[in-house]
């Protein structure tokens, strides 16, 4: 297998230790015999915020059915049409949703269409077209599944910009529609899991399975990863 390993997701902003992990299995692949190649998906910088536009759009347009009649959630709180439709979608939806629903409904309006939602599906097609040229020359593409580990529940739900970035490197796969997969590869100075993540081309899930098998298959992780809960180990 050839497989490709954009610089842009093991350069800034993503954690040293994520970084070391990644590189550690490029090395893993290359002593299985597969090519690792570094190569460029510099376009994948813009799919963040073209997914949170589309994906807000899409949630304004398919979350309109959810009126506490039809669909959804129904409050018990109301003595006319107009209270059930504001009382069941202010209780019923939580405050992502509704922040979705509020931004989506802004880029699909009139007067904003063409300057964000038009665009952001031009340049859905920029990227879609990037890793097509990609899959020319490379099986497989190899990335981190996520720039940090995990951080706390709850943590960063204040500060939505900041948690959306935490996306960066799983959602141009959604933006391209192409499959993708998660694979564990290490853990922290924390103890804290690190993925690694293998994409493939539209309808190729097979290279995927059988890339991530044959990882499994001759490394160590499960060794060296036994975290500790109060029951024990796993």
Same mark, same amino acid.
């Given at each position: 297998?050839?497989?490709g390993l954009p610089k *842009?997701? +093991?350069?800034e902003g993503i954690n040293e230790e994520v970084k070391e992990a990644i590189l550690n299995v490029a090395k893993k692949y290359e002593e299985m015999g597969a090519i690792v190649e570094e190569c460029? =998906? &510099?376009?994948?910088? #813009?799919a963040t915020a073209v997914y949170y536009i589309i994906a807000c759009a899409e949630a304004s347009s398919n979350l309109g059915r959810f009126d506490?009649?039809? #669909?959804? #959630?129904?409050t018990e709180k109301? &003595? /006319? =049409?107009?209270?059930?439709?504001?009382?069941?979608?202010s209780e019923g939806f939580g405050p992502e949703v509704k922040r979705r629903i509020i931004l989506g409904t802004y880029v699909l309006s009139s007067g904003y269409y063409d300057a964000y939602y038009k665009k952001a599906q031009k340049v859905?097609?920029?990227?879609?077209n990037a890793y097509d040229e990609l899959f020319n020359k490379y099986d497989l593409l190899l990335t981190p599944t996520s720039p940090t580990t995990a951080f706390k529940i709850g943590e960063k739900s204040t500060n939505p910009l900041e948690m959306y970035l935490a996306d960066i490197c799983t959602v141009p796969v959604n933006i391209g529609g192409l499959p993708g997969m998660s694979v564990p590869c290490g853990v922290d100075s924390k103890g804290l899991p690190i993925g690694?993540? =293998? +994409?493939? /081309?539209?309808? *190729?899930? *097979?290279?995927?399975?059988? @890339? @991530?098998?044959? #990882?499994?298959? /001759?490394?160590n992780f499960r060794e060296t990863y036994k975290p500790t809960f109060k029951g024990g180990n796993i």
């Open positions: 297998m050839k497989i *842009e997701y +093991i350069g460029s =998906l &510099d376009v994948g910088k #813009y506490g009649i039809r #669909y959804g #959630y129904r109301f &003595d /006319n =049409l107009k209270d059930i439709y504001k009382n069941s979608r859905r097609t920029v990227i879609k690694f993540q =293998l +994409i493939a /081309n539209s309808f *190729e899930e *097979e290279k995927i399975f059988r @890339a @991530a098998f044959t #990882y499994e298959q /001759n490394s």
